[in-house]
């Protein structure tokens, strides 16, 4: 009876230790990506790609929040949230920043400041 509880509490142990082996595993799958053997030159490509349509299909903004939106360029703030690399790489590239869609209709006085902060912010980057 010794031995068989003993042996119980050892298999116990290790089907704890394969289950820390498998989360350690699943946790480090992301590292084996194909995305992450592409070279930062083609993701900065095909950023600026995407971030070319995104601009070409964009509707005129009917709204001044949506004109606020159309400033902050959400595409490129939503790549950038993706990782770490594709912040970096969002972040650092110029030609993804260097041109501002700015929706100019009558707006309050109140609007045109917030977007003039944006638009501060924007070219402070």
């Known amino acids: 009876d010794t031995r068989i509880t003993a042996l119980r509490e050892e298999l116990g142990g290790l089907e704890a230790f394969r289950a ?3 989360a350690h595993y699943d946790d480090c799958g992301g590292l084996l990506a194909p995305i992450r053997r592409l070279p930062s030159e083609l993701l900065v490509k095909i950023f600026e790609l995407v971030s070319t349509e995104v601009r070409n299909h964009v509707s005129p903004a ?3 929040d949506e004109a606020i939106l159309h400033l902050s360029q959400p595409h490129l ?3 950038s949230s993706v990782c ?3 912040y970096t790489l969002v972040m ?3 030609t993804l920043w ?3 869609r700015l ?3 009558e707006r309050p006085s109140a609007d045109g400041e917030i977007m003039m902060r944006l638009l501060k912010r924007i070219l402070d980057r």
Do not use: E, M, Q, V
Request: proline share 0%.
């Open 77 to 79: 703030l939503a790549l």
């Open 20 to 22: 820390a082996l498998k």
């Open 62 to 64: 009917s709204s001044s």
């Open 92 to 94: 650092h590239t110029c």
């Open 98 to 100: 260097n041109i501002i």
């Open 103 to 105: 929706d100019t209709l």
């Open 84 to 86: 770490s690399r594709f």
